[in-house]
Nanobody, 121 residues
Framework: QVQLVESGGGLVQPGGSLRLSCAAS????????MAWHRQVPGKQRELVAN???????VYADSVKGRFTISRDNAKNTVYLQMNSLKPEDTAVYYC???????????????WGQGTQVTVSS
């Protein structure tokens, strides 16, 4: 099993910045994909950004140029640096990983519990 612990959410004014962190722990052999998604009540969860093990990144069009995803493989941690935040970035942000566990070839998908980000003046 893998546990994901997220931190860094909160209330910020428009134009401000926040940095989210998500640390994975457990019987991890390798993490292939680390990602951030977000969800607003009444809407589907959407991908914000992901980063694969070789460092390749993908961003939603709505956050390109403002958000940066990065990972520390030694710490099994993924970060999301969010700059120039807008009210429409308000959502619950979820960390998600695709990981292979020790002792077997199968990969699994795990989700964090979510952290609230509110952008408001």
């Amino acid at each position: 099993q893998v546990q994901l612990v997220e931190s860094g959410g909160g209330l910020v004014q428009p134009g401000g910045s926040l940095r989210l962190s998500c640390a994975a722990s457990g019987s991890i052999f390798s993490i292939y994909v680390m990602a951030w998604h977000r969800q607003v009540p009444g809407k589907q969860r959407e991908l914000v950004a992901n980063i694969i093990s070789d460092g390749t990144t993908v961003y939603a069009d709505s956050v390109k140029g403002r958000f940066t995803i990065s990972r520390d493989n030694a710490k099994n941690t993924v970060y999301l640096q969010m700059n120039s935040l807008k009210p429409e970035d308000t959502a619950v942000y979820y960390c998600n990983v695709v990981a292979r566990l020790v002792g077997g070839p199968t990969t699994y998908i795990y989700w964090g519990q979510g952290t609230q980000v509110t952008v408001s003046s």
